[in-house]
């Protein structure tokens, strides 16, 4: 166990991006080992546990993971066969795990990784061919919402996907022992950037590395919006070594430096404009979509069909239970049912839908907040319902 030690501080004291953090670390595991720190140690996996413990707060990126290593020349029956890489990013879709648009005409794009992409010379590059259909869907929303709170890090998708948002620019640089490479959007990306748009990012405590520097790019520059948690704090770059016996280590060799800024977030993490719990960060972030959209001129359909939304997003859905009973019952081809102390409606067959109050007698269509439906009375009985769209459509059907 203690030579793994010794391997494992020689490969961080060489690699790391600051030589003399690198040193520091280095020593420490030297000195923990030598003072049998390790000697209780299960197995490798356990003493991956232990040496990650010990060097994680150095660098959020430093680590220790052990695998079991794979026979030289493996057959049929050695066991399990691993999952390729290009097989697994293509099972989870090169990180994009859902692409909505939301009531209002909002944008939602969820990320659960930031795939490897070289956007500069493959065009027809898997990753980015799903990029840009993600993209495509939400092109003619009024605002976009990134989700990265399950998001941590990866590659040079967060390169790509920043740069649809930004002027033509230097972002920042990457600082190695013994290099400088400046850090730019990707040009080239064929008219298909928006500099207008209203953009929010969702974070968490998960969200990290590459997610963070998608995050504070777009933050530090005014572009972005962001609702949720602080984050990880994982800025600086590197990659795995061999330490033997299954064992490798992440050493992390570069660190970006931001030219806003003038620095990153390792440690610190990302403070979100609109601090909240990664659990309604949706909401809020939609919520506040919908305000700015509304600040801006829109036609007057639109304005109804965001303001809807807005209040169907934000209104208390809590009907008082005997109203509710009263509006219960047949309505041509239709139905209002009480459920739960709430109101669905049902036409025909249709499965039934639920309907959030959204003012005196007025109800929204939970999954479709563009549809409304309110109830005429005559005598105090209630008459008959009236169905209107944001589009201004509106029908009146008389109760039976």
Known sequence: MRTDVTRIADLIAARYFDADVGAEVAERLRTAAATGDF????????????????????????????????????????????????????????????????????????????????????????????????????????????????????????????????????????????????????????????????????????????????????????????????????????????????????????????????????????EPDLPTGSGQALTVARAAALRQILTAELPPAQARDASWALEALTADHRPDPAAAAEFAGDYGNRTVLVDRGGLSLQRADWPPRRLLSVGPELFAVADDPSRRVGFERRDGRVTAMIETTSTGAETRIRRR
């Open 39 to 270: 000697d209780g140690s299960v197995d490798r996996h356990d003493l991956a546990a232990r040496i990650t413990a010990i060097i994680a707060p150095y660098d959020g990126h430093l680590r220790v993971g052990w695998q079991e290593p794979r026979p030289s020349d493996p057959q049929p029956e050695s066991g399990p066969e691993r999952m390729s890489e290009r097989v697994r990013a293509e099972r989870r879709n090169h990180g994009f795990r859902r692409v909505e648009l939301l009531p209002g005409n909002l944008g939602l794009i969820e990320l659960s990784e930031f795939a490897d992409l070289d956007a500069t010379s493959d065009p027809d590059a898997p990753a980015r061919r799903v990029a840009d259909a993600a993209l495509t869907l939400v092109q003619r929303a009024d605002a976009v919402i990134f989700d990265l709170r399950l998001n941590g890090g990866g590659g040079t998708m967060a390169d790509y996907l920043v740069s649809h948002f930004l002027p033509e620019q230097v972002l920042g640089e990457q600082r190695s022992r013994t290099a400088r490479r400046e850090i730019r959007t990707v040009g080239r990306l064929g008219g298909r950037r928006r500099l207008d748009v209203p953009l929010y990012v969702l974070t968490s405590a998960q969200t990290a590395s590459a997610a963070e520097f998608f995050t504070a790019t777009l933050q530090v520059r005014g572009r972005a919006t962001v609702v949720g948690e602080r984050t990880a704090g994982a800025a600086n770059l590197g990659d795995d070594f061999d330490a033997g016996g299954g064992l490798y280590v992440f050493v992390p060799m570069d660190t970006p430096v931001d030219r806003v800024s003038g620095g990153n977030w390792e440690g610190v993490g990302i």
